[in-house]
């Protein structure tokens, strides 16, 4: 696709400093998650990860201020009592705390004494077992986001952003580092910066919950997404609209001269359901529009109708 649409600073900083560069990993790229999937309750799987969370967030603070991690759990009660007694609400066992012989990585794990737990975080990278059935969708709905900010961008800058983070910067799009929910890191981008872009789930597991290239989605199969992919397709397909408003003062009369204008050159995208492409339809002076999801059923994924959706 060508020209595609698509609190403290102090704490901060002993956060960057202590945590940015010796995050590791417990999700293994060769393996698999080290850790086995499943849980009972979703509600209390959340409570826990805010748990090491805060616990991990403490720890960098601690550094920050001695310049080592802390021996033991308990000696976060020098920034917060509290923190000595947070528990896992499922089992109720307080946290589990390892610090290498070196000094240099720690470890917060969930103590539910069955397999799976709740994961962990090593050094301020966090590692969730992916398995709730909602953080796929999750985890594609983030990537959406991206992609329908990175064509606001390249509305605004004629170019797409170099790094995620200047969505943020750029007051674009203010939750740019969602992380995925199943693995806890930010997603992956790569841009030439001015034709082509690509967003990916970081999970470095088979399968990971897709990607999306210049706004087209791509889920694994099963994931259900086709719902969402579709809409996503037809959100693409009217920001090429809307860029070539800005060229001709006009709305394509077919889309596809959205293509023969070098504005999207993948316009004939097709619901991934059904197979069919987009119904368009323009009035003559072609100043409103309409893009319809061609799946015959009732109801169909949707459609937008001069930029507006109807989901």
């Known amino acids: 696709m060508n020209r595609s649409v698509v609190s403290s600073v102090l704490f901060s900083l002993i956060l960057l400093l202590s945590c940015g560069d010796s995050a590791v990993s417990m999700m293994d790229p060769e393996g698999g998650s080290t850790l086995?999937?499943?849980?009972?309750?979703?509600?209390?799987?959340?409570?826990?990860?805010?748990?090491?969370?805060?616990?991990?967030?403490?720890?960098?603070?601690?550094?920050?201020?001695?310049?080592?991690?802390?021996?033991?759990?308990?000696?976060?009660?020098?920034?917060?009592?509290?923190?000595?007694?947070?528990?896992?609400?499922?089992?109720?066992?307080?946290?589990?705390?390892?610090?290498?012989?070196?000094?240099?990585?720690?470890?917060?794990?969930?103590?539910?004494?069955?397999?799976?737990?709740?994961?962990?975080?090593?050094?301020?990278?966090?590692?969730?077992?992916?398995?709730?059935?909602?953080?796929?969708?999750?985890?594609?709905?983030?990537?959406?986001?991206?992609?329908?900010?990175?064509?606001?961008?390249?509305?605004?800058?004629?170019?797409?952003?170099?790094?995620?983070?200047?969505?943020?910067?750029?007051?674009?799009?203010?939750?740019?580092?969602?992380?995925?929910?199943?693995?806890?890191?930010?997603y992956r981008y790569s841009t030439d910066l001015y034709v082509t872009y690509t967003i990916e789930c970081p999970m470095p597991t088979y399968p990971n919950h897709g990607y999306v290239i210049d706004g087209v989605c791509s889920w694994p199969p099963g994931s259900g997404g086709g719902i969402e992919a579709c809409r996503s397709n037809m959100m693409s397909l009217a920001s090429g609209c809307a860029m070539f408003y800005g060229q001709e003062n006009r709305y394509p009369e077919h889309l596809k001269e959205l293509g023969i204008s070098g504005v999207m050159e993948n316009w004939d995208l097709v619901c991934p359901d059904c197979g069919e492409l987009y119904a368009y339809h323009s009035d003559p002076p072609c100043t409103t529009y309409v893009i319809q999801c061609p799946l015959p059923d009732d109801p169909c994924h949707g459609s937008i109708e001069d930029g507006v959706v109807s989901w």
């Open 36 to 186: 086995s999937t499943g849980y009972d309750n979703a509600e209390q799987v959340t409570i826990c990860h805010n748990n090491m969370e805060d616990l991990s967030n403490a720890i960098c603070m601690f550094y920050g201020m001695n310049n080592r991690y802390p021996g033991s759990i308990g000696e976060l009660e020098v920034i917060d009592p509290g923190l000595c007694s947070l528990a896992c609400p499922t089992c109720s066992l307080t946290y589990l705390y390892d610090l290498s012989g070196s000094g240099e990585v720690y470890t917060v794990t969930c103590p539910l004494p069955v397999d799976p737990n709740h994961g962990c975080i090593v050094n301020g990278q966090s590692s969730w077992p992916p398995d709730p059935p909602d953080w796929p969708g999750i985890c594609q709905s983030n990537m959406m986001s991206l992609a329908s900010a990175c064509a606001m961008f390249y509305g605004a800058e004629n170019r797409y952003p170099e790094e995620l983070s200047e969505l943020g910067t750029s007051g674009i799009y203010h939750f740019w580092d969602n992380p995925c929910p199943a693995c806890g890191e930010l």
